[in-house]
């Protein structure tokens, strides 16, 4: 029971890899806050799930007013709007900055204090293969998740500055079969499994045990990273 006696809150926790972090969480003791803007999928012991729109600056502040305590953040909620950047809509692009970036920013701003009063906890951000190396039709996707690998650096020096352990990680998996990539043609996905040094692509339960790790104690000397989970994958 590596997250005995922990709170999580994990964004984007409907479905998808969201809902693999959660499954897995709770598998190891923690208790977890599942939000969402759409209603759970499933139900599960020790899990309460709660309607959020993460870009709402002023429903996410009312939201974390009434929670005590947060051990383990887990921001996972995201979304595409692909496009090559001549044929981008401004709207395609501030849709995803907004939920990618300002939704991160807009939990963090509360939950990062609120670590730092109780003297420790854990951020980890879910960022992208495609934040490491970039990919064509995807700018919008690729600027929020490269930026998350600067917020999570800095988020890192700045929470632990008055001595609280907390440390502040992203994991960047590479593709993983959920509805985010429905869009995707099927011989694209063949593609890119075959860029892997494993020859597939991931699954979610795969990305859930890297979230279990950077959450639990096991990597108590881990802050400031990015940790890779794409099946040796260069784009
Ligand atoms: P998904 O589409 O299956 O799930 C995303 C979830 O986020 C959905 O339940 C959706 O309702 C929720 N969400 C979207 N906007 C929201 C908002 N404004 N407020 C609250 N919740 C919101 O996608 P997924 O594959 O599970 O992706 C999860 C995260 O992993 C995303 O950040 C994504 O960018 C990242 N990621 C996924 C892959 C992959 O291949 N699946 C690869 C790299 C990174």
């Given at each position: 029971m590596r997250l005995e006696n922990k709170v999580a809150l994990v964004t984007g926790?409907?479905?998808?890899l969201g809902e693999s972090i959660v499954r897995r969480f709770v598998e190891e003791g923690a208790e977890v806050i599942a939000v969402d803007m759409t209603p759970l999928s499933y139900e599960l012991e020790n899990v309460t799930g709660h309607i959020l729109d993460v870009t709402n600056r002023d429903a996410v502040c009312d939201f974390i007013k009434?929670?005590?305590?947060?051990d383990i953040l887990v921001n996972n909620a995201g979304i595409t709007r692909d496009a090559l950047v001549q044929k981008m809509t401004d709207d395609m692009w501030d849709q995803v900055i907004d939920v990618n970036l300002n939704g991160v920013y807009n939990l963090v701003k509360h939950i990062g204090p609120m670590m730092m009063k109780q003297g420790q906890g854990s951020i980890i951000s879910i960022a992208s293969v495609v934040g490491e190396f970039g990919n064509v039709g995807q700018s919008n996707y690729a600027a929020t998740k490269s930026a998350l690998y600067g917020l999570s650096k800095t988020w890192a020096k700045e929470f632990s500055?008055?001595?609280?352990n907390i440390r502040v990680n992203t994991i960047s998996p590479g593709y993983?079969?959920?509805?985010?990539?429905?869009?995707?043609?099927q011989e694209l996905l063949d593609k890119f499994a075959k860029m892997t040094m494993l020859g597939r692509l991931g699954e979610p339960e795969e990305i859930a045990n890297a979230a279990l790790f950077l959450g639990s104690?096991?990597?108590?000397?881990?802050?400031?990273h990015n940790l890779s989970a794409n099946g040796g994958m260069r784009l």
């Open positions: 926790a409907a479905k998808g009434d929670i005590e305590t947060v500055r008055k001595g609280a993983i079969m959920t509805d985010i990539l429905k869009t995707i043609p104690d096991e990597s108590s000397y881990i802050t400031g």
